[in-house]
Structures are given as C-alpha cells and as structure tokens.
C-alpha cells in the first residue's frame, strides 16, 4: 500500500531494500574504473615530484652554488650585497672522463675562483688568481709583477693612501700581524731572490680590492683542490648600506638565504644579470 503523503511504487521499495543489504564496499562499475586509475596516476606524480627533486640536488651539487657577498675586498667587480650563481663544473679536475664530457677548462691567470679557505675549509673565499704553478710573484708599490713582468690590472683599485711595507712590497716584509702563524713560518721556504715562487697544485690569489683584502699575502696558497668553481653571473644585488656584513673582519662568502624583505627601494638594478669577469 502506497504512501500518501510519499507515494512510491513497491518495485522501488524492494529495490531499495535490495541495494541496503549490499556490503558497504561495494562500489558502482564506474568507481570501480576510478579507483583503479587513481593508483597509477598518484604514482606518476610522486614519480614527478621525485625527479624533480632529484634534478634539483644535482644541479646545486654538481652545477651551481648561490653566495652573497659580505665584504668589500673584490671591489669594485663584486660589491657588498651581490648574490653570486657559482658555476662549479667550469674548473673540472684534470684528468678522468668527465673532462671529455663537460666543459672543463684549466684555470687562467685572471679568473676569479671560489674556494674553500687554506686555513679554514668550512669558509669559502672569493679572490682573483694572480700566479699560476711556477710563476714568480713580487708586489711593488701595491703592484703586481708576474715573472719579472707588471700585470696590466684595469680591476684592481687601491683605496687605502697609507704605505703598508707588508701588503704593498710583497714578500719583501717577512711579518705582518694579519698573516697566518702557519704562513709566515712556511713562507720564506718560496722566496727565492726577493720573489714567490707558486708551488705546483697550487695558486697565488689577490682581492681586485688590494688595500683591503686578506689574501694570499696573508694566509699563503690556494691549493688546487680547494677550488670550487666560477663566480658566473650576479642575480641579485642589493644596497645594504654600512650593514653588520660589510664590517666583518674577514672575506668570507655566505650563503644565499631569505631575499631581503625590501627588496625594491635597496636594488642595484644595473648590476643584476651581470656576468662577473
């Protein structure tokens, strides 16, 4: 008997009953067909993300390496609150089948390199090769002279107008009380006729910035494995103005974190996307 206030037919009624007494996991033809989708396409984008992932350590593994500059002694070709992209394969280590795989050069008189620290390898430094293996290094007046030769330096500036025997008439002055104590012990052993003589594996490295940089007149050698790669481009650079950064007592680089949060008013705009030479 139907209803009147809900008129249904019977066949409906026992149908309904019918489908009640279902397991509740029984699903529908077309749920069956999506559940059974799901599982390859949540696979396939886990298998994404992963890749991606995968891509992304290789590339700051192998590849590149972003620093921000604290200090002032490249200046004026990097300057306190450039955030550098390090190219890391451009100076492959000689030798092995990678070199016939990637575009590994030697490094040249001129490069600029980024390296860890002779003294402390968990810094990294920033500097300007000046000697290669076996060249004869001597400063004069604050200018450097190559085997006998004076470089021709456009990117060297000198900002300091007061005389340092040390720093300017490298290595004539044997001491100075900013050099490492490992250094000036080993030091004279590479002079040879008032001149330093880069040992081989080895490179002498200045700041472009040559009255206000502690280099390899102070802490000695760049040691060939110590070499991580390449400043390549400038992607970012900001004007911190007299920042705690820029007064720390060493060249250290940092690592690139947190954008500043004005970024727009502080921007060097000219200097991003600048190949760094």
Do not use: C
Not at 85 to 102: A, P, S, V
Not at 251 to 270: C, N, Q, T, Y
């Amino acid at each position: 008997m139907t209803d009147p206030q809900n008129p249904v037919p019977a066949e409906a009624g026992v149908e309904e009953q019918t489908a009640n007494t279902l397991p509740d996991n029984t699903a529908s033809p077309e749920e069956t067909a999506a559940a059974a989708d799901a599982g390859p396409r949540g696979l396939t984008g886990l298998a994404s993300f992963l890749q991606v992932v995968v891509i992304v350590i290789f590339v700051v593994t192998f590849v590149v390496q972003a620093f921000q500059v604290p200090t002032g002694s490249m200046e004026n070709t990097l300057l306190v609150g450039d955030f550098l992209l390090t190219d890391k394969i451009h100076y492959g280590k000689e030798g092995g089948i990678w070199n016939k795989m990637l575009p590994y050069r030697p490094i040249q008189r001129g490069d600029i390199i980024v390296f860890h620290s002779p003294v402390d390898p968990s810094l990294y430094l920033v500097k300007r090769v000046i000697g290669l293996p076996g060249d004869r290094i001597r400063l004069r007046r604050g200018a450097a002279y190559v085997n006998g030769q004076a470089l021709s330096e456009s990117y060297a500036i000198h900002t300091n107008p007061y005389f340092d025997s040390y720093r300017d008439e490298f290595p004539a002055q044997p001491y100075s009380i900013q050099a490492d104590r490992k250094w000036r012990r080993n030091m004279p052993e590479h002079v040879q006729n008032g001149e330093l003589v880069v040992p081989a594996g080895a490179y002498f490295a200045l700041g472009d910035n040559r009255d206000n940089s502690l280099d390899s007149r102070y802490w000695g050698f760049v040691p060939r494995d110590n070499v991580v790669g390449r400043p390549l481009v400038i992607y970012m650079s900001v004007n911190h103005g007299d920042s705690a950064g820029s007064r720390t007592g060493n060249d250290k680089l940092i690592h690139s974190g947190e954008m500043p949060a004005h970024f727009l008013p502080v921007a060097r705009w000219s200097r991003i996307f600048r190949l760094v030479r």
